[in-house]
Each structure stands twice: as C-alpha cells, then as structure tokens.
C-alpha cells in the first residue's frame, strides 16, 4: 500500500487494515509523522511533536490489535488541537501567555480518546485563545492553507483543519465556541461537527466562552467524524455542563437512508452578504440530497441578523471571566521584576495576550461594567433566547435546517486583519447555533476557483445523528469529500 | 455608542491590561467599531424576556460532598512562574 492510499483511507479502511495486520499502527504513525516533518514547514500547522509518546503508544496499540482486541479507533493516529491539556506536553492554546504551560492532567476528550485507542502525534497551531477565524492571531504565527498558501486555513480550528487537509493526520479535534470547527472545515474541504452544547465534556478545553465552547472532530468524512464522536462524547462528573444523555454509536446510525428528511431552507442564509457562487455550490449540494428522497422547505429564521451582535456581547463578557485567571501567579507568563502586585497584573497580561484577546477582554469588562451589565450583557441574553426559539419554531417543520457554512471560500492572509467588524462576519451562518446550543457540521460542497465551499447542516438539540446521515449519504453520491489539495503527498 | 480614550483608560485598569498611550487612539477606533456592532441589539424589542445563560436552561447538578480526586499540590505548583517552599511568590504587598 502506497503513502499516498494511506493518507487517503478513511477511518474504517485503516481499521480493517490494523484489525488484519496489513498494517501496524507503528507503520501508520511513522507515515503521518514523517508527513509533518516533511511539510509542516509549509504550514506551520502543527506546533508541538510527541514523536516518541506516539510510537509507544502506537506499539501498544500493536499489542492490543494483534491480540484481537480492540475498537475502531484503536492504533488510529489523531492531532489535538492545542486549546486541550495534554498532561506533561505543552499547550499553549496558541498564546505567549501559555507558552510554556504544562498541564497537571489531560482534558476530559483526550483520555477518552486515549482510552479508544488512538495514538496523539502531536498538538495544532489556532488562533489565539480560540479567538479569530482566519488564524492569523496566533502568537505561533499565521496558519497556511493547503488549498493555497496565500489564504487563511480559517480559524479558530485552522491548524487542525489545514493539518488534516494536508494528510497530516485521518482524525484531528477541534473546538467550537461561534464557527471554530465549521468554519476552517469549510475553508479547508473537510468534514466538522459541533456538538450539541454539554455532548462533550469541557474539562481540560482552555475555556474561552463557557456558554458556548464545545469540542467536536474534524475528518475527510461524516463517517469518520462519527466513528470520533462515539468515543469523545458523554456525561462527566468533572464538568457539570456536561449532559445526562446516552450516547448512541453514531457510525452503526448511518444508512444513508434520507427519504422523507424533511430540510429546512432559511431565507436568511442566503442574503446578499453570501458569495453567489457559494450559493450557487450550496444550492447544488441541496439538490444532491433533495434528488435522494429529501424534501426542501423554506423557512424563517427572523433574527438571524442579531446573531453577530448578541455573540460579541456573551463571548467576550465570558472571555474577560474565564481570562481573568491569567494573573503572572499560578501559571502563564509573568513580567520580569514586578514593582508591586498591581504591576505584576498589568504587564503580565499585556505582555502575556495578543491583541484581538486584549481587544475582547475590554469588550467583555465593559459589557458586564457596572452601569453597562443591564444594556449589554443582560440584553443580549434576553435576545440570545429570542434567537434561540426561532430555531425551535423553525424545527417544529423541520427535521434538518441547511445553508452555508461560510459565505465566502478562503480569504488572503491580512485581508481582514485591520477590521475586527470585517473578520466577525465570516461567522455571520455559524455564530447563532452556538447561541442556541445545537449540533452542527460543515461537509465540503465542491469547489470555486479549486477552493473548498462547505455546506453547513444544523439539527435539533441532540440529535447529531440526523446530520451525520444526511452528509454521509451526500458523501454516497458526490465525491467532494474525495478532493486533495494540490499538497504534499497530494500533489499531483 | 463612541467611546472616549478616557473610558478606554478606565476599562482596561478594571481588566488589569496597560495600553501604551501611542496605542490608545486606534484602540479607541476598533473598540468604537465594536461597540456600534453590538448596539444594534437595542433595536429589537426584549420586554419580560427572560435572559438566556445556557441554551438547554440547564441547572448545575449536585453530587455527593465526598472526595473526589487526589492531592495534585505539586504537580499544580510546576506551573508556578514563581515560588517558594510551596507557596506562589508575589511582590510584597504589606510594608
């Protein structure tokens, strides 16, 4: 079997491989590491190797598979985004104030899919704090897109998405707080999936939004997403957001079987701030799914404008919260000889965050300022609500609501680094599910000018299932999610 | 709603963050952009909505009041910028 037919297998492909010994689990993470040593350079996608902790793990993953034993993800290699704690390797959550942080314990998600069997070859390069969508704020430096090195890989999830783009890694994790996952896996021509809001545990995620924050993965398709979700889902004593909820094994769900699936079109999604020839590849992937037994019907989504606005109130109110932790004390950066506490505080932090999380910071203390806290942030969760329930009426007709993920295909790195305003509308058709706590994905839809289109597929609250069947059975009849970039291994 | 470099100012010693005053002036701008962003949401009608703090209207859930995990003082304490005999050193604070 050639390099090239390895990165290019799907998660069950390299299953049935490891299960028959065709292939170890060593082989295979000595492939994909030999892949980012080769090419990372190009990318700057991957910021922290655990080479030698993979080949160990890989090589008990060996034992367990020769053995027998063993589940579908076992001896799969797999990238963490570098906003989950990974005990005694560094996370930096793409942060100068992180730098040099090792975490005491691992995130919830990442014992979970240690505990599945995979194999971590290393960390992904994000925006700073999660905090950007073209991952241009990281203090590790810009994200490349495989697609074209001139363009932003998205963000903030853009160094797992363009790592596995790249064929760096079949599975890598993401997080989600308005589009992080959705949005990179558009710009970048892979599958994402945001949970349902408490599927996943939070224990261990670097928290940007609490309200918000969900960790989902990222994949070449719904079916390997799934196969991921299965083992990073469930309740956790250790995060009390996390939900009571069984968690089903959402790749024995999928049969591509669609007839009757009820799709809801919102007027909204599909305004002028779109990209024609999105919609135009949008409109084509809906047709793929209406001509497969799925019934499209308009829909409103009356406030979906207020999305934008209500987001940038919670999100950094929270932030400012969450960030407030960061005091050159306990852990993180601390200045050289602070001259009293007050000083220690400011230059730690200022010195410690770039600045689009200082920018947010301020927003966030403003908003929750005494005098601002009713017309800001208790405003803008009064109106999280109303955005909310028009998803709810929305699903009293509908089973899935479809649009875009993004409205346009990558951007040129710095085209939007001077207009914060600018940068926030490319989540203008993601911010408003995180709002309202719903599962969503992204699955590439084609291309424009040999760049990704991601269509995005929104469900009711817990039932991801719905939506991994209806992008698996659009992965039956299309082969979008078969493109490569002109990259690496890829290249032709 | 603009802002002032004043209010700026005041906002950031309540977020602990310095802003080199050369900066201050296009701080000002990008936060004033901001601002006008998210004051749209004074033109849509909220009256006897009930705010919205997690999107299932989830409550904390309790447990038991027993010991969960291990003493990890030192493996925490690593992280520590600074320290001594397990205590997190700051600058002195009572004269």
């Known amino acids: ?492 | 709603m603009s802002v002032t470099p004043e209010d700026i100012e005041k906002v950031a010693l309540l977020a602990r963050l310095s802003i080199a005053e050369s900066e201050l002036p296009e701080v000002t701008e990008r936060f004033s952009k901001v601002l006008d962003l998210v004051d749209e949401l004074n033109t849509i009608d909220t009256d006897g909505v009930v705010p919205m703090s997690n999107p299932h209207d989830m409550t904390q859930r309790l447990r038991a009041d027993t010991v969960t995990s291990h003493n990890a003082r030192e493996a925490l304490m690593a992280s520590a910028p600074v320290q001594d005999s397990g205590y997190f050193l700051v600058p002195k604070v009572i004269d």
């Not at chain 1, 024995?252 to 990209?275: D, H, Q, S, T, V």
């Not at chain 1, 084509?284 to 406030?303: M, N, Q, T, Y």
């Not at chain 1, 990558?410 to 599910?433: N, S």
Request: charged residues 20%; hydrophobic residues 40%.
């Open chain 1, 1 to 492: 079997m050639s390099d090239s037919d390895v990165l290019n297998a799907s998660v069950s492909e390299l299953h049935r491989l490891l299960a028959a010994r065709a292939i170890s689990s060593e082989e295979l993470t000595n492939t994909y590491l030999g892949q980012i040593e080769a090419e990372n350079d190009a990318l700057n996608a991957v910021i922290t190797l655990c080479s030698e902790q993979a080949l160990t793990d890989a090589r008990e993953a060996d034992q367990t598979l020769s053995r027998g034993e063993g589940n579908p993800l076992t001896g799969i290699p797999l990238l963490h985004k570098d906003i989950f704690c990974t005990q005694g390797v560094r996370t930096t959550c793409g942060s100068h104030m992180l730098e040099s942080f090792e975490p005491a314990y691992d995130a919830t998600v990442v014992t979970k899919l240690k505990a599945a069997g995979t194999v971590t070859l290393g960390k992904c390069n994000m925006d700073e704090f999660a905090m950007g969508s073209s991952n241009e704020t990281s203090y590790f430096g810009a994200v490349k897109n495989p697609w074209d090195l001139n363009c932003v890989p998205g963000g903030s999830s853009g160094g797992s998405a363009a790592a596995l783009a790249a064929g760096f890694a079949p599975l890598v994790t993401g997080t989600d707080t308005g589009g992080s996952i959705r949005q990179p896996a558009s710009l970048c021509g892979i599958t994402g999936l945001k949970p349902t809001y408490g599927r996943v545990s939070r224990l261990g995620i670097i928290a940007f939004a609490s309200s918000l924050d969900q960790a989902g993965p990222m994949a070449r398709s719904a079916e390997d997403c799934a196969h991921m979700l299965t083992a990073m889902s469930g309740i956790d004593a250790g995060d009390s957001t996390s939900a009571d909820r069984a968690v089903p094994d959402f790749a024995a769900a999928l049969n591509g079987e669609i007839e009757g699936l009820r799709i809801g079109i919102p007027r909204e999604y599909f305004n002028e701030a779109l990209n024609p020839e999105v919609r135009e590849r949008i409109m084509a992937a809906l047709s793929v799914l209406e001509k497969a037994g799925a019934r499209l019907i308009d829909i409103d989504l009356p406030h979906t404008h207020y999305a934008i606005a209500t987001y940038y109130v919670i999100a950094p109110a929270e932030a400012s919260a969450n960030l407030a932790r960061y005091d050159g004390v306990r852990f993180g950066h601390r200045c050289d000889a602070p001259t009293d506490l007050e000083d220690l505080y400011l230059r730690s932090r200022s010195e410690g965050f770039g600045e689009e999380v200082q920018r947010r910071i301020l927003v966030g203390t403003y908003a929750l300022s005494s005098g601002f806290y009713d017309a800001y942030f208790n405003k803008a969760q009064q109106v999280r609500r109303i955005i909310a329930e028009d998803f709810h009426r929305a699903f009293e007709a509908v089973d899935v609501i479809a649009g875009p993920s993004a409205p346009n295909v990558a951007f040129q790195r710095g085209a939007k680094q001077q207009d914060p305003v600018a940068m926030y509308m490319e989540d203008v058709y993601t911010l408003a599910v995180n709002l309202a706590g719903l599962p969503g994905l992204s699955a590439p839809a084609g291309l424009i000018n040999g760049m990704p289109v991601g269509l995005q597929l929104v469900g009711k609250a817990f039932d991801e299932t719905t939506i991994l069947n209806a992008a698996h059975r659009l992965q039956q009849d299309t082969d979008w999610h078969t493109l490569r970039p002109n990259f690496g291994a890829f290249q032709s």
